[in-house]
């Protein structure tokens, strides 16, 4: 649920073209790799307290946004790890100029005092159909509690 995410630090998605700040050497690599690329480099710059590309894998710029990507990288002041399985990629229709990929998710967190959850659900990711800065971005994603143990990542068709 989009909820959750907000509640966990996800930032509202930017258009990719506003980030302004010279992305991380991580952030502009995933983003030119792909959709599974730039989900799997979010999720390790996490565990890495690499806020900064994480961030930026949203398409946000932390030097313009510095409150928001504050409270941002402080939603993951209690994390110890975060890992993350993808599923298949599904392409959509590309829509409004920008082409977007959804991608089923399972991540798995361990938190400070040792507690740990599980969530399922997928990520939308997006890029420009055209220019030079085609570069995929996370858009939004929708995660929910796991209702069991990790056994597969939902299948993404």
Not at 119 to 147: C, H, K, S
Request: glycine share 10%; with cysteine.
């Amino acid at each position: 649920m989009a909820a959750l995410l907000a509640a966990c630090g996800a930032p509202e998605a930017a258009d990719p073209a506003s980030a302004e700040a010279e992305p991380t050497d991580a952030a502009e690599t995933a983003a030119e790799a792909g959709p599974v690329a730039v989900i799997e480099t979010y999720y390790d710059a996490i565990a890495h307290l690499d806020y900064q590309t994480a961030w930026q894998l949203w398409g946000k710029d932390p030097e313009t946004e510095t409150e928001a990507y504050e409270a941002f990288a402080r939603s993951f002041g209690n994390t110890e790890l975060t890992t993350v399985e993808t599923g298949t990629p599904r392409v959509l229709r590309a829509e409004g100029g920008f082409e977007r990929v959804e991608i089923p998710v399972r991540v798995e967190d361990l938190m400070s005092d040792g507690t740990g959850r599980s969530y399922d659900g997928v990520y939308m990711l997006t890029r420009p159909v055209t220019g030079e800065d085609r570069q995929w971005f996370i858009a939004n994603g929708d995660l929910d509690i796991a209702a069991g143990p990790p056994e597969s990542v939902p299948d993404g068709g």
